[in-house]
């Protein structure tokens, strides 16, 4: 058994941002992570009714801040020269706090850390614009060349999305917010990894008023923009595979299969299709008690949970032997690239919409 994942039949209680206490089996977390988060962050599904990634709606809450890349981990120069690299970097997002409950219904009194599937992510994005074909990035310390794209677009088809709810299309989320100055809805765009290029990056259009050739691959067909926008179509890029030389052999990476046990591999494409990042996320809950390190990806990342104090919220952690202090749970930004400075385009835009 692979130390720090969720075993079935165990039984959880946890403590939520605001503090309600819940309690899950196993079979709970095969989609996602119903804790009570606010609206803008809600994991709730819409459009395609299909999360190709578990947790790929989360945003980080109250995230530690760390602009080092990884220790141990990579920067690798494109061949082609200039200062565009690919950066290896880490997201940890939705964790909580949270206690074991055996089948007696007896709470045990030490707290751990539990992150839900899709809420570990490893990301190696272009620090900028691209990786095309033929050049050089990094995977898990290794330095890898894309040889091949596959790109295949997803349409969702008569769907209704609340203001601030979000929903998964292609390699991206789109975040409704409300009515936009010309009628029309007015979203937020972003990858499954988190990287975002500004705030409305892609096209809408009435429905019946779709032109012959649209400015980029993402785009939707509207009907109604109001407290529920109403779509007909929401089309999106996503690549479905690629052709690595990794370590001088040659890999077939197929999105959303298995790359370690309990971890997921997914190219991630732009709106035009370009190969902005590759992600592996877990697709299980992982589980941390206090005094334990685990070591995943092979080895190349160790988390340390220290001390947990529960009145506080206040954690303290380590990610590859460097200590943190987290709020609540341990999530946290680690590294650069697109990726990151993406999520925190997201949570800044969200922050001024909400006013806080």
Same mark, same amino acid.
């Given at each position: 058994?692979?130390? *720090? %994942?969720? @075993? #079935?039949g ?11 206490l819940?309690?899950?089996?196993f079979?709970?977390?095969?989609? +996602?992570?119903?804790?009570? =988060?606010?609206?803008f962050?809600?994991?709730e ?11 790929s709606?989360?945003?980080p ?10 220790a141990?981990? @990579? ?8 200062? $565009? ?5 880490? &997201?940890?997002?939705g964790?909580a706090?949270?206690?074991k ?11 751990? %850390? ?19 074909? +033929?050049?050089?990035?990094v ?9 091949k ?8 088809h008569?769907?209704? &999305?609340?203001?601030?709810r ?11 917010l409300?009515p ?5 809805p007015?979203?937020?765009w ?12 892609l ?8 032109p ?5 691959r ?14 007909r ?8 595979r ?14 959303n299969t298995?790359?370690f046990?309990? =971890? @997921? %591999?997914?190219? &991630?494409?732009? #709106?035009?299709g370009h190969?902005? *990042?590759?992600?592996?996320? $877990? ?11 685990i070591?995943?990806f092979g +080895?190349y990342?160790k988390?340390?949970?220290?001390r ?10 380590? &990610? ?5 202090t *987290?709020?609540? +749970?341990?999530?946290?930004?680690f590294?650069?690239?697109r990726?990151?400075d993406? %999520? ?11 006013g806080?």
């Amino acid at each position: 058994m692979t130390p *720090g %994942i969720l @075993r #079935p039949g165990i039984l959880f209680l946890f403590i939520g941002v605001s503090l309600e206490l819940l309690f899950f089996s196993f079979p709970t977390w095969a989609s +996602g992570y119903p804790l009570p =988060f606010d609206p803008f962050l809600s994991p709730e599904s819409f459009g395609c009714k299909r999360l190709l990634i578990p947790g790929s709606e989360l945003l980080p809450r109250n995230p530690v801040i760390d602009a080092r890349v990884p220790a141990g981990w @990579r920067e690798v120069p494109m061949k082609k020269g200039g200062s $565009n690299r690919t950066v290896e970097s880490l &997201v940890i997002k939705g964790s909580a706090i949270g206690h074991k409950k055996d089948a007696s219904g007896t709470v045990a009194k030490e707290p751990l %850390i539990v992150i839900p599937a899709g809420g570990l992510v490893y990301d190696a994005t272009p620090l900028e614009t691209h990786l095309p074909v +033929g050049e050089r990035g990094v995977i898990f310390g290794k330095e890898s060349v894309l040889e091949k794209k596959e790109m295949a677009e997803e349409t969702c088809h008569d769907f209704s &999305v609340l203001a601030g709810r979000s929903f998964p299309v292609g390699d991206s989320v789109i975040t409704y917010l409300g009515p936009g100055p010309k009628g029309g809805p007015l979203v937020l765009w972003r990858t499954v990894d988190g990287v975002s290029i500004r705030p409305h990056p892609l096209e809408e259009y009435p429905d019946g008023h779709v032109p012959p050739k649209t400015p980029t691959r993402i785009f939707g067909v509207y009907t109604h923009a109001g407290q529920i926008a109403e779509y007909r179509s929401f089309s999106a890029p996503m690549i479905v595979r690629e052709n690595w030389r990794l370590g001088g052999q040659e890999k077939i990476l197929a999105a959303n299969t298995e790359w370690f046990p309990h =971890f @997921r %591999i997914v190219p &991630v494409s732009c #709106p035009i299709g370009h190969h902005i *990042g590759l992600m592996v996320y $877990n697709d299980v809950p992982v589980l941390i008690e206090p005094g334990q390190e685990i070591a995943l990806f092979g +080895g190349y990342l160790k988390l340390r949970v220290d001390r947990i104090l529960e009145k506080s919220g206040e954690t303290v952690f380590s &990610v590859n032997g460097r200590p943190y202090t *987290g709020h609540g +749970g341990i999530d946290g930004l680690f590294g650069k690239g697109r990726a990151i400075d993406g %999520i925190k385009n997201t949570l800044a835009v969200l922050a001024k919409i909400r006013g806080s």
